[in-house]
């Protein structure tokens, strides 16, 4: 269990949360597990682990042609887009 007090917001990309979805074992498994879990194998060099699937590397080609393209925000630019 998670004491608020000790937790902390992390911001990630909705191409990253879809990934991390596909490490969930089960719907309503957290992300806290999920990164957990991906830690863990990371520390055991368990990198059988690690295979990327044929979506995954999909959307890395995809989000690499996006850089080259000049299709990015800095986080700077991106929170003064959405008013913050």
């Known amino acids: 269990m998670i004491i608020l007090s000790d937790s902390s917001t992390i911001v990630v990309s909705k191409v990253l949360k879809k990934e991390l979805?596909?490490?969930?074992?089960?719907?309503?498994?957290?992300?806290e597990d999920v990164i957990q879990k991906l830690v863990y194998r990371a520390k055991q060099g368990d990198e059988s682990k690690f295979e990327l699937s044929a979506a995954t590397l999909k959307a890395i080609a995809a989000a690499k042609k996006d850089i080259a393209a000049g299709r990015v925000f800095s986080s700077r630019q991106l929170a003064h887009e959405m008013g913050f």
Request: hydrophobic fraction near 20%; charge should be negative.
């Open 21 to 31: 979805d596909g490490f969930k074992e089960f719907d309503r498994e957290t992300y």
